[in-house]
């Protein structure tokens, strides 16, 4: 998916497909079958591609990522 994609989506997405959509995301995180240790080994590896990787992991579970590995 490309950024034109994304920016139609995020300027016209409702309430109840954002809610569908953190739904499937959240179903298929826990429906995969890889070990906790591979997950989170790609998260950070992805999170060095982004300059604002705090971004990312705030908007998926609330915490920065330094707040994440002050908790670990």
Request: net charge negative.
């Amino acid at each position: 998916m490309n950024k034109e994609q994304l920016n139609a989506i995020i300027d016209n997405a409702s309430e109840e497909y954002l809610d569908r959509f953190y739904w499937i995301l959240l179903s298929e995180i826990n429906s995969d079958d890889e070990p906790y240790h591979k997950k989170a080994y790609q998260l950070l590896l992805a999170s060095l591609n982004n300059p604002h990787p705090d971004d990312f992991f705030i908007a998926l579970c609330g915490w920065s990522l330094d707040s994440l590995m002050e908790k670990v």
